[in-house]
């Protein structure tokens, strides 16, 4: 078995894309995961499953597609990746709360930094499938527009570090 945390984009957030923590549970296990918890009602689901990556993507993407009518894209890590972005944290002198990861399919494009804008005292560093930013001043304040090939999901550093101490637990 493997443990795995499903990260989903624009779900819970401000009132649009309502997703009850319930409903996101009951959709893992109707793809047949184990172990289904959910982490804040920002669309994470931590689960256990003998399935790849790929299976999981396609399963859970087909229940929210029934779910909210459109396609919402699902990204996922395994706990030994979740633990991995935890430890390679590129600014470990920011706030947790302001220093964000954001997930994607795959590697970050070669062209990812020269297609940002509105960079002004944001730090960026690209990982292996993700692209951690420290806002320094907070992103509120940010101007800051990363390229957004897939739309992605982001969470901040003090959350990446409690989905992998809990698939830890699952592994």
């Known amino acids: 078995m493997t ?3 499903a990260l ?6 401000s009132g649009t894309g309502l997703l009850p923590v319930a409903e996101l549970r009951a959709m893992g296990e109707r793809c047949g995961f184990g172990h289904g918890r959910t982490l804040l009602a ?3 689901l931590l689960f256990t499953t003998e399935e790849g990556e790929a299976q999981v993507i396609e399963a859970l993407e087909s229940e929210l597609e029934k779910f909210f009518g459109r396609r919402v894209p ?5 706990a030994a990746e979740m633990r991995a972005i935890a430890r390679s944290n590129p600014f470990p002198d920011e706030k947790g709360s302001r220093n964000m990861v954001f997930f994607l399919a795959g590697k970050p494009p ?5 297609r940002v804008r509105g960079q002004q005292d944001e730090r960026i560093a690209l990982g292996t499938r993700e692209v951690s930013v420290a806002y320094g001043e907070g992103i509120g304040k940010s101007k800051l527009k ?8 982001a969470r ?3 959350t990446v570090e409690r989905i992998a101490d809990l698939l830890e637990e699952k592994a």
């Open 156 to 158: 901040n550093r003090n």
């Open 110 to 114: 070669a062209d990812f930094l020269d």
């Open 3 to 5: 443990a795995f945390v």
């Open 74 to 78: 699902v990204f996922v890590r395994t």
């Open 146 to 153: 990363l390229p957004d090939p897939e739309g992605r999901p």
């Open 8 to 13: 989903l984009r624009a779900v819970n957030v």
């Open 42 to 44: 920002s669309g994470n």
